[in-house]
């Protein structure tokens, strides 16, 4: 199946910093998906993005499906930010094949 | 906005013992599926269910365990005696049309088996 890789593995930020998280895949991709998982363990959806860029508040991200990546911008951190971060894509079939995620720790 | 909900939030059985998980999937969605996370490591699908039957499943996915769509809304994952091993997060999806679909996660059961 895809491979999903993710980089850095680990960041830690102060607030109020911007930073950068990347996602790379190993086939081409119809269908990617950023998430979050807090500390409880619970999944957020935050980007559904197969292509281009989309923003939300102070989160936004990009995909070059062209050069099998993409990336996960978080500026102005806050705590709140803190957890993991994954990516996941397709392959041929439906099923989801998830990066092993950047692990965010934002400090005050 | 929909989302797809699940219960319980967190169960704890013994060892051997049958739990159901239930997912209630986003209602006009026709793609269902079923990953798990061990703690400390990433998400891996489980299996997926359309229209009715699983349509594949993952190496993980072994007799122990079974899907159904028993009335229409709900989704549920059976595992039949379980292990240790099977402590882990459990996450239910859903998808609307197909694979170039977003898929909407739920929030998650933590099993633990003691």
């Known amino acids: 199946g895809i491979q999903v890789e993710q980089s850095p593995p680990d960041l830690i930020l102060q607030e109020g910093a911007n930073s950068t998280l990347r996602c790379n895949f190993s086939d081409s991709v119809n269908n990617l998906q950023w998430f979050h998982q807090n500390p409880w363990g619970q999944l957020i959806n935050l980007f559904y993005?197969?292509?281009g860029t989309k923003q939300n508040g102070r989160l936004s991200a990009t995909t070059v499906a062209t050069e099998r990546y993409s990336l996960l911008y978080i500026s102005s951190s806050q705590t709140t930010d803190s957890g993991v971060y994954f990516c996941?894509?397709?392959?041929?079939?439906?099923?989801?094949?998830f990066g092993t995620g950047t692990s965010l720790t934002v400090i005050p | 906005e929909p989302e797809v909900t699940q219960t319980p939030s967190h169960q704890v059985t013994q060892m051997g013992q049958e739990v159901i998980l239930r997912c209630v999937p986003i209602?006009?969605?026709?793609?269902f599926y079923w990953y798990r996370q061990i703690l400390g490591q990433k998400v891996e699908f489980l299996v997926s269910?359309?229209?009715?039957?699983?349509?594949?499943k993952s190496e993980i996915f072994d007799d122990q365990f079974s899907v159904e769509r028993p009335d229409g809304s709900n989704f549920t994952l059976k595992i039949r005696s379980t292990k240790l091993e099977d402590s882990a997060m459990y996450f239910c999806?859903?998808?609307?049309?197909?694979?170039?679909?977003?898929?909407?996660f739920g929030p998650g059961t933590r099993l633990t088996v003691t």
């Open positions: 209602s006009n969605h026709l793609y």
């Open positions: 996941a894509a397709p392959n041929t079939g439906n099923q989801f094949y």
């Open positions: 269910f359309y229209n009715n039957e699983i349509s594949e």
């Open positions: 993005i197969p292509s």
């Open positions: 999806a859903s998808q609307g049309e197909g694979r170039f679909y977003e898929q909407y």
